[in-house]
């Protein structure tokens, strides 16, 4: 039982590692090897269920099997291991809430403020990068991701969160029964940095009024910040990101919640749990407004208010 119990625990851990690209082995043919012991036998065809669209196993990873010793005395399962789990019943969520008080003319504004973005050489990363990453999503559903800057995937293709991270948001944001491209998704930065090396504290400086001015005209009801960067931006903190995770904040009266990065799921899946709990809280904000959440449970806190940047002052004069 227990050496049934490791050999599962290894077995995940090197799935793991093939998943992140890291050679557990010198030889390629000894990891594909490690791949193949990996897979499941083939089992015979069973009734098509759909994939649920929304609830945690909306965005979990699938499993591996249990590794069992190879040879031809395969150990039979327990009848435990083997009976069929009662299927998990799957959070369902009504329509989410439209925008309210936003200018009749909001997204002519956003576009004019992109066009901006575009032609921006404010700081060094406009000598490096491909496109301007403004943005992804609509934002008709007044719930808006911030991350810290764009990736090669992103560069490449001009839209925020389009690599292995950006499907993996996709599911995390469908898991709480919303559409990614109803919502509104950016970065602290809007040119990659090269090699995806952290954002610079004057790179940060330079760029992130065109956020402050995307949040004044978006109006979001939540703020869903995800990884260190852009929590700290926000909240004008210098708190590790674990210690401010799945804690409602409030950035001008806003709503906050900051979570993982969608990268560090990929990186360590266990952390999907906790995301998930941090996600049906933003959910709940979402319905609810800061009313959803208990004093007593969450702190609530208010940082230092920013001014306001009216969008001719954005930079000054060029
Ligand atoms: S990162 Fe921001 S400030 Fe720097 S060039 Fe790009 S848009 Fe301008």
Known sequence: ????RILRELALQIEGELDRGILCWPEPEWNEAVRRFLTPPAQPAAPHRPAPSSGPAAFARRRP??????????????AAETAPR????????PPPPEATGRAPDWEKQLAALKREAEACTRCQLHETRTNVVFNSGTGTVPLVFISEAPGANEDAQAEAFVGRAGQLLTKIIAAIGIDRKDVYICNVLK???PQNRNPLPVEIETCSPYLFKQLEILKPRVICTLGLFATQ???ESKAPIGKL?????RYHDTPLLPTYHPAALLRNPGLKRTVWEDVQLLRKLLDEGMAAVAKDVVAAETPARRPQVASRDLFGAQ
């Open 1 to 4: 039982m227990e050496r049934a």
């Open 65 to 78: 099997p249990a590794a069992e010793p190879t040879g031809t005395a395969r150990r039979r399962p327990p």
């Open 86 to 93: 009662a299927p998990k019943k799957q959070p369902t969520f």
């Open 191 to 193: 040119c990659r940095p």
């Open 233 to 235: 931006l926000l909240l």
């Open 245 to 249: 995770r799945g804690r409602v904040f």
